[in-house]
């Protein structure tokens, strides 16, 4: 079964912190995504992944950025957090570049920031 | 513009009963559809797949229908059962090899 582990269930951060967000997968996906969810909003897509060291933008990249250094790990960044970056955080990852393929989500990171 | 919509109001069911959830889109011309189960607090987990030239699949209770003229999917659970409860996503080949999510339907089945 793939596994898609997430560093935090729940996090507490003040504005203006730097936060750090991880994901772990263990079945040697090549690719890996970062959403966020909002009631009325659903998913969007922050940033993704298909090799390491690589990233692409998705539909809303604005105070975020990526890091990709090891297959397996995918981590988000709030350079500087702010109130409106309260969300549920998802991370999710795919065997291969095939849009229709599954993606495996993590149980997600709820922050909040005050 | 692009929009993926599912109705945001929960469905409530009985046991029993089947389920059908919608999902209608504008302005994509997707390749495929996917559907999701997600239980509160928890990620979204794949269920189903459907392609462009596939009318309906069919896993187990569950049903997808696809109508690209319509730009809808129908999502069935037949049979429904309490432990169905939760909120299913529909999600489409939104290009570049990536996928959009609707909003989600919540579903309650009662005992």
């Known amino acids: 079964d793939v596994k898609v582990t997430q560093s935090s269930r729940y996090l507490v951060k003040r504005t203006g912190e730097k936060v750090f967000l991880e994901c772990v997968q263990d079945?040697?996906?090549?690719?890996m995504f970062w959403y966020r969810q909002d009631p009325g909003l659903g998913l969007r897509l922050i940033y993704f992944?298909?090799?390491?060291?690589?990233?692409e933008k998705g539909d809303i990249p604005e105070g975020y950025s990526v890091s990709r250094e090891k297959k397996e790990r995918f981590s988000l960044i709030l350079e500087s957090a702010s109130t409106n970056q309260t969300s549920m955080y998802l991370c999710?990852?795919?065997?291969?570049?095939?849009?229709?393929?599954?993606?495996?989500f993590g149980p997600g990171t709820r922050l909040l920031v005050l | 513009s692009q929009k993926i919509e599912q109705n945001s109001e929960a469905l409530n069911i009985q046991e029993g009963k089947t389920a059908t959830l919608t999902c209608n889109y504008t302005?994509?011309?997707?390749?495929?559809l996917q559907w999701y189960r997600q239980d509160p607090g928890r990620g979204p987990v794949f269920l189903l797949l459907?392609?462009?030239?596939?009318k309906e699949k069919r896993k187990e209770r569950l049903k997808v229908t696809f109508d690209t003229t319509l730009k809808q999917s129908l999502f069935h659970i037949t049979a429904s059962q309490p432990a169905d409860s939760a909120t299913y996503l529909c999600?489409?080949?939104?290009?570049?090899?990536?996928?959009?999510f609707g909003t989600g339907t919540r579903l309650l089945v009662s005992p």
């Open positions: 079945m040697d996906h090549e690719n």
């Open positions: 999600a489409l080949d939104g290009g570049f090899q990536k996928l959009v």
């Open positions: 459907i392609r462009e030239n596939e």
């Open positions: 302005n994509y011309s997707p390749a495929y």
């Open positions: 999710a990852s795919r065997l291969g570049a095939g849009g229709e393929e599954t993606q495996y």
């Open positions: 992944s298909y090799d390491v060291k690589m990233k």
